[in-house]
Structure formats: C-alpha cells, structure tokens
C-alpha cells in the first residue's frame, strides 16, 4: 500500500462571507498547507464575479479539478453564488454534510455548507458560523458545550455532542460601528492619544454599566454623559462604548441562553477581539473562556469528511506546464 | 389703571436646538400670537450666526427692544451660543428660573434655560426638555407624574409638584435612525407599496417582541430574520423596527423609573409620534396615555414668569418706521 504524500492536496476550503474570502488549501489530514485572504466578499466582487475568483485561487495554487472543493458563509444565501436553503436547529454534523448544496464550476462541483436557521415568533439564522461551531466541536462526540463568535453580528450557540442545538444572534459590533460613524456619541472629537492601560480601563467601566440593571437603551447615551461630566476623557469614548455594548452581550447571552456562571463559552474568532471579551467576561465575574482561534477550517475539513467528499482519488498540485505530477 | 392690550407681545420664548429653532411671540397671558419655523439649529447657523438670526425674527414681528427673550434647548450647552452650567436633579421650577444664564444681545439680555443633569455612576442630562416639562406642570403645584419626550433622544422624567426629581435617556429615534440608513437591517429594499394598516400591523409585532424575555442586543436582528423566513415583507421593516425599539423604551423605561402600570405618563411631543408610543403602550397591556402636545411655548412662559422676566415696561410693536407705537 502505498500512503499518499502528505502534502497532497486534498481539500480547498472557503469561507466565503459579505465583505472577504478566506481560503486553505488542506491535505488529507486536514494540516493547512496554504491560506489565502482577500477583500472579495459576495458583495464587492471583481468582474467576473463568483467563478474569476475561484479560478484564480485555483490557478494561484497549481489545482489539479480533482481536488474537491467546499465552502461555507454568504456565498450560499440568496444574494450569493448558490442560495442553499437554512437546515432547521436542531441541526447535527451529518445532517450539515447531507445538506450541502452544489454549484457546478470549470473546476468540478463546488459544495457549499448549508446555513441553521432557528424558527419562532423571533427566528435568527447563521451561515458560515455553523462551519466554525462545526470545527470547534470536540471529536469525543459528547459533551455539552456553548460558542461564542464574536463579531459584526455575534452569535451565541449551544452545542450537544455534534449537534447546534440552540443559538442567538448579537448584532454588537455593527452597533458599534454605526453608533461610532453615524450617531452623536462619535461627534466628540479625540483630544488625547489613547493609552493602552486607560484603554482598557474605559473599557471595563463600560462592561461595567451592564450590571446597573438599567437596559441597554437606557445606557447607551452614557457614552456621552461620562465624557460630559467629566467621568471619561472623549479620546475613551469608542472604547468605552464597546465594552457597554459587550458587556451587554455577555450579560444578555449568559441570560437568553440559560447558561449557569461556570459553563463559560468557549470565544471563537480573532485573538485581540477574543481577549476584549476574555477581559469583559471576568469584568463580570465569570470565569475567563478560553480562546480557539479561527476553527473554520477545522469545521470545512471534518464537514468535508462526513460528506465523503475526500474519498476521491488522490489529488495532485499540476506543474508550471498545466501537466499532473 | 389701564390694562395692557392683550395683544401686546410680552416675551419672546426661543426652543433652539441642534438642528431646528422654533419662536413663539406670547402676551402677558402666555398665548402665542405669533410661531416661526426655522431650520437655522446651533449646528447649521446662516452666516452672522447667532445673533443675525436672532434680530432677523424680532425684525420680522417688529418687537421693541423691550420685549424680553427666553431661549432653551443647546444653545446653552458648550456647542451654543452661551454654556450655562447643568442644574443638578431634583430642579424645582424656582430653580431653574433662578439658574437662567444671560446673552447679551444687540436687543437685550437673551436669558437661558439651563439644563438639567443626573450625576452618578451613570450620569444623564437633558437640555431643552426641562422647559417641556415644566410646561406640562400642573398649576395646582401637588402631585407625582410622569412624563415621556418621545425623540431623538427620548427623556423619561419624574415629577413631584413643581420638581423634576428623576429622568433618563433613551436613545431611540437616533437609533432607529442609523440602523436604517446605515445597518444592515436597512439594506433590505421595499418591495411593496407600504399599506397603513399593514405598517400598524408591522409595528405591533416588533412592540410585542419586547415581552419575550429577550435583552435588546439578542432582538435586533430579528427585524432581519423574520424578513428572511417570510413573517414580514420586506416594505415593513422600518415600522417593525421602530415598534422594537419603541417597545423596548417602554418596557424598559417603566421598569428603569420605577413606575406602576397604573401610572402611565403623560406624552409630550409631536401627535404622530406620541399616537405611535401610545399604540405601543397599548399593545404592552398599559392604558393609553394622553398627549399634551409640545409644551415648550408654556414652559418657557412659566419659567419667565416665575424669573419675573414680565414685570417690566409693557412691550411694544414697532411701527415699520421702527418707531415704538
């Protein structure tokens, strides 16, 4: 028997989301061979749209069309490349792998993971955050557990065994955004050059605010009354409107997803805005999460597994000529 | 003894705010004899600033220089045209009469209302909103209210007799204002011709969602979520939006100031706008509140009053040779 090469191809991964692509190019073993990013989100494309960019990744990367393909994010809504219909929550791993859509390409099908969608009187979706709960998911196959991703539009997820059992959708930090470009706590101009340490301390009194019992709409115009009274310099303002705006999160999510104090989620995402929240959950006296990076590709290769899609023939980089080594 | 004319201009009372200036012409009874619109607030001033549009309104009535002048709102906050100090809560009547800062002015002192302030952890103040309530007073001096502001900024206050003890801030209308201009919630265009009872119909189904337990951070996107999954067309989302964040001022604010839902407050503000928190107040199980209006013009007569700003000369009109009649 002979053991393919290890560093043979054998999956290119997308995460295709509004604003940017991610791509990795996998092996077998799901080790990241190469990782590509680019600001060519579903919704600032360049011309040749969808299938220009994935050909040039492809080429960029020497792809044999036997290498599969997966992605996951808003490239599978309806404003995306292929609209693959929401999968209802409770949702498993193999019912994600079994619900994948296809979107024929020059290069071979191209899968696209399903998004979760939660019915009710006040139903949420996600999609592209399945994929990564998906990669954080403990191989034991027990257990329950609870992400968080934060982000423009934070979720929050239960998650029992393999399965997304439960979640609830943030919209923190395009609050942030919005409230810092467009509204009146944005027009206090910055006076001072911010300091890390009363960075931080801004922040932490207003993770703080969301223990007033007060709620979040009763608060949000302290941003401005501190820095009119004195209580804060305007150059912490953007600092301290984001810890209100996380504190609330935490206070709201530990509430709305019944969680007990010590079953602290694990922060999923990039490493500084996952220490911001580290910081805010032990602000608010819980434990601090730990923190498990960008499980995306994790979740693309074991949703590529259950899907069988690696069980192809052994894929190869094609030389410079275009043949296959 | 000769009466004055009931029609002889009085005070000139002034609500100049950050974007709009209205300017009432009262007798020596309070009624207004005359009202001018202008968008000329302390944020987008004509050249000649302050005092050009200040002389161009007495010019346009032909006041004497006689007539004494009371403004409120932001010009007198830091960014105006004087900054008069924060009155701290409780502010009885008396005090904000004896705390008015004066602006010399080619036609006199133009006397200003200060604003109040809420100091604490969480520091509030209001600026404009004081002279509405004490508009709203009863004459008989006795009694606990309340009183919502819808706006911007709403202002939730209490008021013991002729004191305003307690407020608090709700940024709504900037709220609702930025996420639909510039959130994603926004993004989603109309297709339908919006119908008035369908908009009613679509408010009321975001009011209730403020009784599901749910903070607001984790209902937000829910004005995305029940567009996606067909709930709602997509024409009425602002209303659906703007009954959200209504809803959630009123849950919110009753609890925040302690109030029994026998005690509904009273509505000062424009009839549109106050129909729709009273439609909110409703639909949350609350009696209808009444609507007094804007109480601005009589507010700034009373506080003139009680300054003793009428107790002068009887004020003239000029003739159009500017000769005092």
Redesign the interface.
């Known amino acids: 028997m002979i053991l393919p090469d290890p560093a043979t191809p054998a999956l290119l991964g997308l995460d295709w989301g509004t604003s940017s692509l991610r791509a990795w190019l996998m092996d077998a073993q799901g080790r990241i061979l190469h990782a590509h990013y680019a600001r060519q989100g579903i919704l600032n494309l360049p011309d040749g749209g969808f299938a220009q960019v994935l050909s040039d990744i492809r080429t960029q990367w020497w792809l044999a069309d036997t290498v599969p393909m997966l992605a996951c994010g808003m490239v599978g809504s309806i404003n995306g490349w292929r609209d693959v219909p929401y999968l209802p929550a409770p949702a498993a791993l193999f019912q994600l792998a079994d619900g994948l859509g296809v979107q024929p390409t020059a290069h071979g099908p191209l899968h696209i993971v399903p998004g979760v969608?939660k019915?009710g009187?006040?139903?949420?979706?996600m999609r592209g955050e399945e994929t990564q709960i998906v990669g954080m998911m403990g191989t034991d196959g027990g257990g329950h557990r609870s992400v968080v991703l934060p982000g423009t539009?934070s979720k929050w997820a239960k998650v029992e065994g393999h399965t997304i059992t439960e979640f609830?959708?943030?919209?923190?930090g395009?609050?942030f955004a919005?409230?810092m470009?467009?509204?009146?706590l944005g027009r206090l101009p910055a006076t001072a050059l911010p300091d890390e340490g009363q960075r931080d301390a801004a922040f932490v009194m207003g993770v703080r605010?969301a223990r007033?019992?007060?709620?979040?709409?009763?608060?949000?115009?302290?941003a401005?009354?501190?820095v009119?009274?004195n209580?804060l310099e305007r150059a912490y303002t953007a600092d301290y409107l984001s810890g209100l705006?996380i504190g609330?999160?935490i206070?709201?999510?530990m509430?709305?997803m019944d969680m007990t104090p010590q079953a602290t989620p694990v922060l999923v995402g990039e490493q500084p805005l996952c220490q911001r929240y580290q910081l805010a959950f032990t602000t608010l006296g819980y434990p601090a999460p730990s923190i498990a990076g960008n499980t995306a590709p994790a979740g693309l290769f074991r949703l590529a597994c259950a899907a069988g899609l690696l069980d192809q023939a052994p894929s190869r980089f094609h030389d410079q000529k275009g043949a296959v080594t």
Chains 1, 2 share one sequence.
């Open positions: 969608v019915d009187p006040l139903p949420d979706v539009h609830c959708t943030f919209m923190t395009e609050l919005v409230l470009q467009h509204s009146i605010t007033s019992g007060i709620p979040l709409a009763g608060r949000l115009f302290s401005r009354s501190v009119l009274r209580l705006l609330e999160e206070h709201a999510g509430g709305a």
